[in-house]
């Protein structure tokens, strides 16, 4: 399994950006689709973004396209991901992800099978 490390949480103001970097290691990235996920108490771990092995095809959740934008450097085994117009309900407890799979087959958080420890993002109204 590939291991991930978020970086980059913290606290904004509405409208204000952040961005989120996962470091891997153990493996490169270069053969997994790789997503975003988000998490707050007593709710099920929610899709944000994904993108496949190559950075050619990407996916978001609904409630974030157009602020949102995710990106890979294989070279420099990353992921990122850049939020922007950020808002109240964006916060939450980020996850980077690696999918067994160099397409994007599913944006389940259970077609996942490496996960980072997570990234507290706080957005102040």
């Known amino acids: 399994q590939v291991q991930l490390v978020e970086s980059g949480g913290g606290l904004v103001q509405a409208g204000g950006s952040l961005r989120l970097s996962c470091a891997a290691s153990?493996?490169?990235?270069?053969?997994?689709?790789m997503g975003w996920f988000r998490q707050t108490p007593g709710k099920e771990r929610e899709f944000v973004a994904a993108?496949?092995?190559?950075?050619?095809?990407?996916y978001y959740a609904n409630s974030v396209k157009g602020r949102f934008t995710i990106s890979r450097d294989n070279a420099k085994n990353t992921v990122s991901l850049q939020m922007n117009s950020l808002k109240p309900e964006d916060a939450a407890v980020y996850y980077c992800?690696?999918?067994?799979?160099?397409?994007?087959?599913?944006?389940?958080?259970?077609?996942?099978?490496?996960w980072g420890q997570g990234t507290q993002v706080t957005v102040s109204s």
């Open positions: 153990g493996r490169s990235i270069s053969n997994y689709a």
């Open positions: 992800a690696a999918q067994d799979s160099r397409v994007v087959a599913t944006t389940n958080p259970a077609g996942f099978g490496s």
């Open positions: 993108i496949n092995w190559g950075g050619g095809s990407t």
